[in-house]
């Protein structure tokens, strides 16, 4: 898992973070959110708006208004299009969550673990008008648990703080929240079981307390609904039937919101 290390960025300057900054200074932001209207990843965005399509089980492709491009959990493949995102990230899971063999021309590919075990790992870079960081998190493995063995990675741009939680095994603890900061979209493994159990994913997004969440993760409509059931109580629910959104931060929901999306790798007639 060493040949696709070279081009990860882990001894950079930092970057400041606008999430954290205002993480204490902007807690109750709400607006109205909006969904796309449109699936094609290759339309133009708005200056001031992100769209996040849902490719498959922990996989999105996140895009910027400045043509900045990730996709989370990158398996290697995003659909039948000719088309290389800037960044990949990748978690410490199994081949769902990560490739052996990425394309070599993406410029960034983030893996959520470090070299040796335990070691974690740190990225903090911008690209075009992205930033994209993470903050570690423990992992269960065959020896019982790998210290800091994934990755929550954190999406920045247009004013948003967009976070992935990946293959999450356990509540953050104080210090990793702080790290999280303001988060405005959270994509949550909601399988139950796999990844955190269902009591403490929603206790840990109530806490985050993001204006929109986006399940993923999940392996059938029991486990999805009864996540939904178990956030009904402080979150709106809404089946969008859609694959992808849009949205800026003025236009998040004034109700924190969770937003069902439907997974559908990328086709070339888009």
């Given at each position: 898992?060493?040949?696709?290390?070279?081009?990860?960025?882990?001894?950079?300057?930092?970057?400041?973070?606008?999430?954290?900054?205002?993480?204490?200074?902007?807690?109750?932001?709400?607006?109205?959110?909006?969904?796309?209207?449109?699936?094609?990843?290759?339309?133009?965005?708005?200056?001031?708006?992100?769209?996040?399509?849902?490719?498959?089980?922990?996989?999105?492709?996140?895009?910027?208004?400045?043509?900045?491009?990730?996709?989370?959990?990158?398996?290697?493949?995003?659909?039948?299009?000719?088309?290389?995102?800037?960044?990949?990230?990748?978690?410490?899971?199994?081949?769902?969550?990560?490739?052996?063999?990425?394309?070599?021309?993406?410029?960034?590919?983030?893996?959520g673990w470090g070299e040796s075990f335990g070691a974690g790992i740190d990225h903090n870079l911008m690209?075009?008008?992205?930033?994209?960081?993470?903050?570690?998190?423990?992992?269960?493995?065959?020896?019982g648990v790998e210290p800091e063995g994934n990755s929550i990675f954190v999406f920045e741009a247009a004013?948003?703080?967009?976070?992935?939680l990946g293959h999450l095994h356990h509540e953050p603890d104080a210090a990793q929240y702080a790290a999280?900061?303001?988060?405005?979209?959270?994509?949550?493994?909601?399988?139950?079981?796999?990844?955190?159990?269902?009591?403490?994913?929603?206790?840990?997004?109530?806490?985050?307390?993001?204006?929109?969440?986006?399940?993923?993760?999940?392996?059938?409509?029991?486990?999805?609904?009864?996540?939904?059931?178990?956030?009904?109580?402080?979150?709106?629910?809404?089946?969008?039937?859609?694959?992808?959104?849009?949205?800026?931060?003025?236009?998040?929901?004034?109700?924190?919101?969770?937003?069902?999306?439907?997974?559908?790798?990328?086709?070339?007639?888009?």
């Amino acid at each position: 898992m060493t040949g696709f290390a070279a081009n990860a960025q882990t001894a950079q300057p930092r970057i400041a973070s606008h999430c954290i900054a205002l993480a204490q200074s902007a807690p109750g932001l709400t607006y109205l959110h909006h969904a796309s209207e449109t699936d094609n990843f290759r339309a133009p965005l708005p200056e001031f708006d992100v769209r996040i399509h849902y490719l498959s089980h922990a996989s999105f492709l996140i895009q910027s208004p400045g043509g900045a491009s990730a996709v989370t959990d990158y398996t290697g493949y995003i659909g039948n299009v000719d088309f290389l995102p800037d960044v990949v990230t990748m978690n410490h899971a199994h081949d769902t969550h990560w490739t052996a063999f990425p394309d070599p021309a993406i410029p960034h590919v983030l893996k959520g673990w470090g070299e040796s075990f335990g070691a974690g790992i740190d990225h903090n870079l911008m690209v075009k008008d992205m930033k994209v960081r993470n903050v570690s998190t423990d992992i269960r493995s065959h020896s019982g648990v790998e210290p800091e063995g994934n990755s929550i990675f954190v999406f920045e741009a247009a004013g948003l703080c967009i976070g992935h939680l990946g293959h999450l095994h356990h509540e953050p603890d104080a210090a990793q929240y702080a790290a999280l900061g303001r988060m405005d979209v959270v994509m949550a493994p909601v399988d139950g079981g796999m990844t955190l159990d269902l009591d403490t994913m929603t206790k840990v997004l109530k806490r985050l307390r993001a204006s929109v969440v986006i399940p993923m993760h999940w392996f059938g409509r029991y486990t999805l609904d009864r996540f939904l059931a178990d956030m009904s109580d402080q979150f709106a629910i809404e089946r969008t039937g859609k694959h992808s959104l849009q949205l800026s931060l003025r236009d998040l929901p004034k109700t924190p919101t969770v937003v069902v999306l439907e997974p559908r790798h990328i086709e070339e007639y888009e």
